[in-house]
């Protein structure tokens, strides 16, 4: 029974930034990751603490009220410091076209 339960579970694993690039989009800078899947859960350290996401595609992130990432064509940005809401928009629409 427990290893039934085990399977359904759903699965998240620790992403290390370190091992992502560096990108920069205007006065921003992110780890852009990349090889994810769309869909899974996964774990990062940023700005504001310890978070745990569920990627999907044009998606904003936020932690403790603030946006912290985004996942857009299968990349994942982490803010490397705390951006205002306005960049984190601006970023959103501009980056990756």
Known sequence: M???????????YGLRLNNCLDSTYKNM???????????EHV??????GENR?????????RNHGKYTSMFKNDLLYV???EYTDDE???AFENVGL
């Open 2 to 12: 427990l290893l039934i339960l085990l399977f359904f579970l759903p699965v998240a």
């Open 29 to 39: 800078m992110f780890h852009m990751c990349e090889d994810l899947v769309e869909y």
């Open 43 to 48: 774990y990062f350290h940023d700005v504001t």
């Open 53 to 61: 996401v569920r990627l999907v595609n044009n998606k904003l992130y």
């Open 79 to 81: 803010g490397k410091t």
């Open 88 to 90: 984190w928009l601006d």
